[in-house]
């Protein structure tokens, strides 16, 4: 992507502290970051905005239990994935319309963004995470001395 004509490049004069995030994003634009990134759809999800410092991640995970999912968190990536045992060796199914694929699925979280904690409830993975806002980014008025 031309720096140039790059959105975040016009924003650089008007903003302080923002020149890692905005190299990020341009690296993401720049390579083959999206067209590396697995097109999957499975399983579906949801990304649920509560309160201003509150979101759930939601995945339909029907027919998982809590011990064939791992969600681990680590360098600001939020990973859930399949750790599901085949049972193929000890069952005989003769029909499987109900799907129970290996997955993976992962999401940058931002560094003021804790991840609280997850429930599994009727089918579905429930991840909730928590915009931390320090002190010193909350409103206030400055005093002019």
């Known amino acids: 992507m031309n720096k140039a004509l790059s959105i975040f490049n016009q924003l650089r004069p008007v903003t302080i502290g923002f020149d890692s995030m905005f190299d990020h994003f341009e690296s993401m634009f720049d390579g ?8 999957s759809t499975y399983p579906p999800y949801n990304i649920v905005k509560k309160t201003d410092e509150l979101y759930d991640i939601e995945i339909a995970i029907a027919g998982y239990g809590k011990k064939d999912i791992a969600v681990d968190y680590a360098q600001n990536v939020l990973t859930i994935k399949c750790v599901k045992k085949d049972k193929s060796e000890t069952e005989h199914v003769l029909h499987r319309g109900i799907s129970q694929r290996y997955f993976t699925k992962s999401f940058t979280i931002n560094d003021d963004v804790e991840v609280k904690g997850a429930e599994l409830l009727d089918g579905l993975l429930r991840i909730t995470l928590k915009k931390l806002v320090p002190e010193s980014k909350k409103s206030r008025n400055i005093e002019i001395t």
């Open 32 to 39: 083959n970051y999206f067209n590396d990134m697995p097109n």
